[in-house]
């Protein structure tokens, strides 16, 4: 449920009508805005006596929310929210970058992405400590170690790093070594480790799940909202459906669904979303014209000997074309990606 409050509303009014329904065992989260209050009430709703609310004559008009996800849904927060990863806004009029092998290798390797992907115009970097693999004796990542690479890299270029974690357990070590969590897809309805993120003041990536519905999606989004973690960015990396020739179907249409749906900035990861590193430029081409806040790219100084999903990573000299490419339709959408680092 939604109360939309009258414009010029007295503090000490929203508060007394917030009270009478905290009294009735009904949450209330606050929307503040210039030119509109809003009052989102979150739990059994059937507790309030709508006729006496309208009769405060500081209620505008009470409107129902159809959806289950509350925290998650645009009519809860009418404007776009922006969310800060180590000094970079995701959501805002800047389309976000972010960058960087599958997993970390070496220290060589990683630093040398970094500086490679910065010098393009990446504002974030991404890297793989932790790698969950279908097959069990598949490169699993270097784990601990590979965290610590990841903060030499962010030392040696200023990057921001993100990454994705595995285990509940981890989460102490990743609040303070990374500065944005990634929930990967086969993690997103994890909901244990998704209440434990919402404890935490840190930004969370959370990746669509391999079958996910939109509803599932931002439903996963709410677990961690509802924990008091409203710092969430979503990631469309592709869902699996009857087609075999791409790893994933990449589902363009879920960026303006979500829009219309929820505030959450929402990215894609084209990488993941094809397993093919020829079929990443147009899709981050299209992504970026669809309305994506921004783009999660794989790329490796030497995909050949990658020692994870080296088939969908890019070169250094293909992403510098790609962030060429995408300034410009950045532009045409009315969107910023920053500019190449000056060597």
């Not at 969590?181 to 309805?189: D, E, L, S």
């Not at 998704?194 to 939109?214: C, E, F, H, M, N």
């Not at 469309?236 to 669904?257: K, Q, S, V």
Request: aromatic share 4%; net charge negative.
């Amino acid at each position: 449920m939604i109360i939309v409050l009258r414009k010029g509303t007295e503090q000490r009014e929203i508060d007394r009508l917030t009270n009478l329904i905290i009294e009735r065992g009904v949450a209330v989260n606050p929307i503040v805005g210039s030119d509109l209050t809003i009052l989102g009430l979150i739990g059994d709703t059937s507790k309030i006596d709508e006729g006496q609310i309208e009769s405060h004559r500081c209620v505008e008009r009470i409107m129902h929310v159809a959806e289950p996800f509350k925290k998650a849904n645009r009519m809860f927060h009418p404007g776009a929210s922006v969310v800060n990863v180590g000094g970079v806004d995701v959501g805002g009029k800047e389309l976000v970058v972010m960058a960087g092998p599958c997993s970390v290798e070496s220290r060589e390797q990683i630093i040398g992405v970094a500086q490679s992907v910065q010098a393009s115009g990446a504002s974030v970097l991404r890297g793989g400590a932790f790698k969950p693999r279908t097959s069990p004796y598949a490169f699993q990542g270097l784990k601990y170690e590979g965290l610590d690479l990841l903060c030499a890299a962010k030392e040696a270029t200023g990057l921001p790093i993100v990454s994705e974690i595995m285990s509940p357990y981890d989460l102490d070590l990743f609040v303070e070594k990374v500065d944005c969590i990634q929930v990967g897809a086969r993690n997103m309805q994890n909901f244990d480790l998704l209440r434990q993120l919402g404890k935490v003041d840190k930004p969370i990536l959370l990746k669509r799940g391999l079958s996910a519905t939109i509803e599932e999606w931002l439903m996963s989004a709410e677990y961690i909202m509802a924990g008091g973690n409203e710092r969430v960015i979503l990631c469309e990396r592709g869902i699996r459906t009857f087609e075999t020739y791409t790893r994933n179907t990449i589902d363009l249409g879920a960026i303006p669904a979500v829009k219309k749906l929820s505030h959450l900035p929402v990215i894609v990861d084209p990488s993941h979303a094809t397993g093919k590193w020829w079929m990443v430029e147009p899709l981050a081409r299209a992504a970026v014209a669809v309305g994506a806040d921004g783009l999660m790219i794989e790329v490796h100084n030497d995909p050949a000997h990658a020692l994870c999903d080296g088939a969908q990573s890019v070169k250094p000299d293909l992403f510098d074309d790609i962030m060429r490419d995408i300034r410009q339709i950045a532009a045409a959408v009315g969107r910023e990606v920053r500019q190449p680092a000056a060597v």
